[in-house]
C-alpha cells in the first residue's frame, strides 16, 4: 500500500534533536481549519515530530531556530501519544503570512458504511477508514494502523454513500481537519475507489465491450426475455448485468483470444 503523503506549513518547537541513528528530528505544530457550511473554522493545533533521514539535507534542517516557520512535504509513519509522527521528504523556510491547510493523500480501506446527514439542504457524508504505515528503520517495517475519520459534502458526498462499503479500497484527497485521541479527521476534495481488486460500476459508465481485449459481439450477448424488459431486473445502476461475469471470464484466456484473432 502506497504512503500516505502529506504537504503542511507549521512553526518549529525548540531546537532540532540529533537522533542516535543519524536522522535529525523536529517538533512542530500547524493549526487546520475546518468548514461547518457556513465559513472555515480554526481548530485546536496538532503536533508533529518529524524525522528527516537519508538525502534530506540534515545538516541545514540542525541549523533551524526555534519559532522558524516551514514548509514539510513527507509521508505519515504513525499517530501516537496525540502526535503526527512524519518523515521528511523536503523542507523549506516560508515568508508567508497565513499557514495554509494541511494537505493530505490517503491510500487505505474503509471501515464499515458511510453515513449521510444533511445541513441546510447539503449533503454531509462521513465515512471512516484506515492504512498500514510504513517506517524507514534500515528496511520499510509496517506499524500499526492509522484511522481516520473523512467528511465530504454536497453530490460527491451523495456519490461516496453509495460506493464506500467496509473492505473498499479508496484513495481520499483531502485537508486535515483536526486529530482526536489519535484518529485524524479530514476533510476530503476527492474520493476515488481503488481499481486494484474490484471493478467500479457507476450510473454514467455501465460495462461495455470497449473494457475487453477481445470482446464477443453484442449479438452473442443472450436477448432479454419479455419478464426481464417489463421488470427492468436485468441491470440496476452501480451494478453488472447478469452477462457481465460470463463475458469477463474469458478475458484472461491468452489462447482463446489468438485463436480468434486466427480465425478472422
Not at 128 to 153: D, F, K, N
Not at 173 to 187: K, S, W
Request: proline share 5%; charged share 20%; aromatic share 6%.
Amino acid at each position: 500500500m502506497p504512503h500516505t503523503r502529506m504537504q503542511f506549513v507549521g512553526t518549529l518547537v525548540g531546537a532540532p534533536e540529533q537522533c542516535a541513528d543519524g536522522a535529525v528530528a523536529l517538533r512542530m505544530v500547524a493549526t487546520p481549519r475546518s468548514w461547518n457550511g457556513e465559513r472555515w473554522i480554526s481548530k485546536e493545533a496538532i503536533p508533529y515530530r518529524c524525522t528527516a533521514r537519508g538525502d534530506v539535507e540534515e545538516e541545514a534542517i540542525a541549523s533551524l531556530a526555534d519559532s522558524a516557520t516551514l514548509s514539510v512535504t513527507g509521508h505519515l509513519e504513525s499517530a501516537g501519544d496525540s502526535l503526527l509522527y512524519v518523515g521528511v521528504e523536503a523542507f523549506g523556510t516560508t515568508l508567508g503570512a497565513r499557514m495554509p491547510d494541511t494537505q493530505i493523500q490517503i491510500t487505505g480501506t474503509a471501515v464499515g458504511t458511510a453515513e449521510v446527514k444533511f445541513h441546510n439542504g447539503r449533503a454531509i457524508t462521513r465515512f471512516q477508514m484506515m492504512s498500514t504505515p510504513l517506517t524507514w528503520q534500515g528496511r520499510w517495517v509496517e506499524q500499526p494502523a492509522i484511522h481516520y475519520v473523512c467528511t465530504v459534502w454536497d453530490e460527491q458526498g451523495r456519490n461516496a454513500a453509495e460506493c464506500v462499503d467496509a473492505g473498499v479500497a479508496l484513495t481520499v484527497t483531502g485537508r486535515v481537519a483536526y486529530l482526536l485521541d489519535d484518529v485524524l479527521y479530514v476533510e476530503a476534495d476527492a474520493v476515488g475507489v481503488s481499481l486494484g481488486a474490484r471493478i467500479a460500476y457507476t450510473a454514467a459508465t455501465k460495462p461495455r465491450n470497449a473494457a475487453a481485449p477481445c470482446a464477443p459481439a453484442v449479438s452473442d450477448r443472450p436477448a432479454r426475455s419479455a419478464e426481464t424488459k417489463a421488470t427492468g431486473e436485468e441491470h440496476r445502476d452501480g451494478a453488472a448485468p447478469d452477462w457481465w461475469p460470463a463475458e469477463r471470464a474469458g478475458w484472461s484466456r491468452p489462447s482463446s483470444q489468438k485463436a480468434r484473432a486466427a480465425s478472422r
